[in-house]
């Protein structure tokens, strides 16, 4: 639930919109409602097919978060002791501690309890190859995306708000802003993972010249375009772990994330707050 901001226009770059299904995720939605954190989305979809463009409303309620995506994650960490901007490396187990490293080998920090919530990828990564629990998620396999961010669209008027698009390359396209000319169009899984190592710059200007070829509207003299590489962007099968969580009792660790379910926010909600729930239930048995 990404926001980054170019010049005056702010993307979402990552998840554009979540729903929101189970009555529980429902109800926690609604209190992100109530708190001004989220609401509801009411642009108009369409679908395009050879440049042909077709209304495409299946009547699901979206919601977007208010400022931006990252206002829930925002919210979900005050009143924690939070620290952003750093990346682990390693994460060992001692006698009774976890032991965090940074990417240059220093320790950063220790705890009874680890919850690695990241793609499964990243979190083998961590606790390395050999490790038990990483070798349960060696098979969860997570797709690529390539996620266009363009300002200033040439197109003045575009004929809706949000694109499911039917061509090699795009997939999906979505104004950043209702209101305004902004656009965020995320790449086909098959073309982000043939073009994964390409340079940001390249990829931007290839999938905007796809944008317009799937559109049949000219965004070639667009204002800034900017492209972004999520290597780990959505589980490739949905795979319920049930409960969604990965757990070792014994190591107080919990592995979670929206792969243990599927690749939606409401996923990865419903696998953090089992987390929650393997870990307390750990701690208050001791
Ligand atoms: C392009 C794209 C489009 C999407 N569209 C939708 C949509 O329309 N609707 C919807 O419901 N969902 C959508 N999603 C999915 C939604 O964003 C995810 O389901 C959700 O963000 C998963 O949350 P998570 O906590 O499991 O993992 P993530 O959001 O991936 O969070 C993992 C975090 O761990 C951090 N991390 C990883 N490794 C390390 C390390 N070594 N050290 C420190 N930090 C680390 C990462 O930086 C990241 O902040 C989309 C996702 C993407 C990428």
Known sequence: MATRTIGDARFNHGAQYFTARSDAFRDEVNAWVEAGLVRKWTGRVVRIARQQIESCDDGRELYVGVGGMSAVPKHLVKGLDYHSGKTIARAERGNSLWSLFDDRGRLFGQAESLVLAMPAPQAIALLGEADDVARRLEDVEMDPTWALMITRATPQQIPFDAAHIEHDAVAWMMRSVEGENSWVVHATHAWSRKNLTRDPRSAAYALLAYVSDATGLDFARSGAVQ??????????????FEPPVVVDSERRLALCGDWCVRGRVESAYQSGVAAADAIARVTLSD
């Open 227 to 240: 492209a972004h590489r999520w290597r780990f962007a959505i589980p490739t099968e949905a795979r319920p």
